[in-house]
């Protein structure tokens, strides 16, 4: 074989074995120049980050507790949760919210009476405990949405003229409001909750304000929902603990996981629906 051939063979076999490794190259570089110019996403099971509250609200928080006498039943200072898209303020002073006033029909559904007991942790030497105060005069607002999952005063659902359940009570001499309700429907992406907002006033002026929501057991969701009218919408489909909201942090700092276990109305069968109670404990050192 001559020497140009063998140039020509070397060439020849030079050219097959880079072209692979050229094409090779530039498909690499291609596909990492694609994802690294994707969009930044989150995880779709990644929370939104939650606002933060005003100064204000925050102080109305304590994770101290308190001991109610002569019963001795200790009451936990109670976590903040978000307000929501779809509180109305200066709703009806009513203890009975099932009705809509601009027709007098009533809503549908399982009964459920609640009874929102308030206290003020006195903490007076600063070990963490106290005794339990009860809040007089305290406007105590409470809504949810019916048995088809929707609420009254929203524009989006057709409702923005309606008030049905929604309503405020002032606590009494034993820091108790109470009402007259339905067990809550599902709407998407949430568990089944119920809002709760107490506030006090000085005249016109708010001096604070704590917000939070409120959870029923899983098993009475389903039962619940089993039973007309619920069941024309179809079973519950997210439990507590699937809920980013229940399973995350309080917004006022104190509690970093798992908030709703702290939220959870106390739920026992009376006739016809259900009873709730739930004690509230707040920061007895609040500017007043």
């Known amino acids: 074989m001559n020497i140009y051939k063998k140039l020509m063979l070397l060439l020849t076999i030079v050219f097959i074995f880079t072209i692979p490794l050229e094409f090779n190259t530039v498909i690499h570089q291609q596909s990492f120049a694609q994802i690294s110019s994707s969009p930044?996403?989150?995880?779709?099971?990644?929370?939104?980050?939650?606002?933060?509250l005003p100064q204000q609200q925050k102080a109305a928080s304590t994770n101290?507790?308190?001991?109610?006498t002569p019963s001795l039943i200790e009451v936990e200072g109670t976590p903040q949760q978000i307000e929501g898209p779809y509180f109305v303020d200066n709703m009806p002073n009513r203890s009975d919210l099932r009705s809509e006033p601009s027709d007098g029909s009533i809503q549908e559904g399982i009964p459920l009476n609640i009874t929102i007991n308030v206290y003020r942790v006195n903490d007076t030497d600063g070990n963490g405990k106290g005794t339990c105060v009860p809040l007089n005069g305290a406007k105590v607002d409470l809504?949810?949405?019916?048995?088809?999952?929707?609420?009254?005063?929203?524009?989006?659902?057709?409702?923005?003229?309606?008030?049905?359940?929604?309503?405020y009570q002032i606590t009494d001499e034993n820091g108790t409001a109470k009402f007259?309700?339905?067990?809550?429907?599902?709407?998407?992406?949430?568990?089944?909750?119920?809002?709760?907002?107490?506030?006090d006033f000085e005249g016109p002026e708010k001096t604070f304000e704590?917000?939070?929501?409120?959870?029923?057991?899983?098993?009475?969701?389903?039962?619940?929902?089993?039973?007309?009218?619920?069941?024309?919408?179809?079973?519950?489909?997210?439990?507590?603990e699937q809920d980013f909201i229940f399973t995350g942090p309080s917004t006022d700092g104190l509690i970093k996981n798992n908030t709703g276990n702290h939220l959870m109305l106390n739920v026992s069968k009376s006739d016809g629906g259900y009873s709730g109670t739930f004690n509230v404990g707040l920061n007895a050192t609040m500017d007043t």
């Not at 998407?188 to 809002?195: D, P, T």
């Not at 959870?215 to 439990?239: C, F, G, R, W």
Request: glycine letters at 6%; proline letters at 11%.
């Open 40 to 52: 930044e996403r989150l995880s779709p099971t990644s929370p939104p980050p939650f606002q933060e």
């Open 143 to 167: 809504w949810e949405a019916n048995s088809q999952g929707l609420y009254s005063g929203v524009e989006e659902d057709g409702t923005q003229a309606l008030v049905y359940l929604r309503g």
């Open 64 to 68: 101290k507790t308190c001991t109610l």
């Open 180 to 199: 007259e309700t339905i067990s809550p429907g599902w709407y998407e992406n949430r568990a089944i909750h119920i809002h709760l907002k107490i506030r």
């Open 210 to 240: 704590w917000t939070s929501q409120l959870y029923l057991p899983d098993s009475i969701n389903k039962e619940v929902h089993l039973q007309p009218p619920y069941s024309n919408h179809a079973p519950v489909p997210m439990t507590n």
